[in-house]
């Protein structure tokens, strides 16, 4: 037996179903292959999948079955978690962001980010709660938030705007939810190195700019991310409902 069958079958996510959303690269792929390390079955969620226009549920990728789903499509969200069997945990690592000086946002560059950001993110979490009630799972809703969900940062208001927005639902949802042993968490990291940032970071100033921010002197990974992901998705987070990770390396401690 590989050691990856051993920790699906004893692993402390073991016999558990992981919804991860945003799945397909970056934080959340990381998320994806760290719950399956752990022993979770994992269904990745995302509007497509590297050299694919998406997949249908239970398409086999490595560790986790995939589903195409663009999360802002409502209906399609809500129809997901109706049908999709039994759900233990849902980690949604789906966000985007447009930096820009606040006089330079358009009406619809804000739209975008609060429609994926702060919409998507607040009516995942309904019909993935629902799931969980209508199952009788005790399970753990973990939404990826940012650093910027609690300060605020030049050329993000909008960002800073959406992020906090989700800070504030992830506890009114953690006791609103918390009877029916469902917890609700933020993780909020800091700057993480992936594709999407890594074109930011060729320049020089600004990685020096932002590893001054960081007092543990490095930038994070996505490994860092999934880490606090599967914490707060287990049993030793137990008592863990309405808070945030800060997964920074002391950005916010400043």
């Known amino acids: 037996m590989s050691g990856r069958d051993a920790l699906g079958t004893t692993g402390p996510l073991a016999g558990r179903t992981v919804v991860v959303v945003g799945a397909s690269r970056g934080i959340g792929a990381a998320c994806a292959r760290a719950a399956a390390a752990h022993g979770a079955s994992v269904v990745g969620v995302a509007r497509s999948f590297p050299g694919t226009h998406g997949a249908d549920p239970g398409t086999p990728a490595g560790p986790m079955a995939t589903c195409y789903?663009?999360?802002?499509?409502?209906?399609?969200?809500?129809?997901?978690?109706?049908?999709?069997?039994?759900?233990?945990?849902?980690?949604?690592?789906?966000?985007?962001?447009?930096?820009?000086?606040?006089?330079?946002?358009?009406?619809?560059?804000?739209?975008?980010?609060?429609?994926?950001?702060?919409?998507?993110?607040?009516?995942?979490?309904?019909?993935?709660?629902?799931?969980?009630?209508?199952?009788?799972?005790?399970?753990?809703?973990?939404?990826?938030?940012?650093?910027?969900?609690?300060?605020?940062?030049?050329?993000?208001?909008?960002?800073?705007?959406?992020?906090?927005?989700?800070?504030?639902?992830?506890?009114?949802?953690?006791?609103?939810?918390?009877?029916?042993?469902?917890r609700v968490n933020t993780i909020a990291p800091t700057f993480i190195s992936t594709d999407l940032t890594e074109p930011m970071f060729r320049d020089p100033a600004f990685r020096a700019e932002v590893l001054a921010r960081i007092p543990i002197g490095r930038i994070g990974s996505p490994e860092d991310v999934a880490a606090a992901a599967v914490f707060l998705l287990g049993d030793g987070a137990g008592l863990i409902t309405g808070t945030s990770v800060r997964v920074d390396g002391g950005w916010t401690a400043i």
């Not at 799931?131 to 005790?138: A, G, L, Q, S, Y």
């Not at 940062?153 to 949802?173: I, L, Q």
């Open 69 to 182: 789903l663009d999360v802002t499509d409502l209906a399609a969200l809500a129809r997901f978690f109706r049908t999709c069997g039994p759900v233990d945990g849902v980690v949604n690592a789906a966000g985007t962001n447009v930096p820009q000086p606040a006089r330079d946002v358009t009406r619809e560059t804000f739209d975008a980010v609060f429609d994926l950001n702060v919409r998507a993110s607040y009516f995942l979490l309904r019909a993935a709660s629902q799931n969980m009630i209508d199952h009788r799972r005790r399970g753990s809703l973990v939404t990826v938030s940012s650093q910027m969900g609690h300060v605020g940062a030049a050329n993000r208001t909008v960002y800073c705007a959406s992020k906090h927005a989700v800070e504030g639902m992830a506890k009114a949802f953690a006791l609103e939810l918390a009877p029916a042993g469902i």
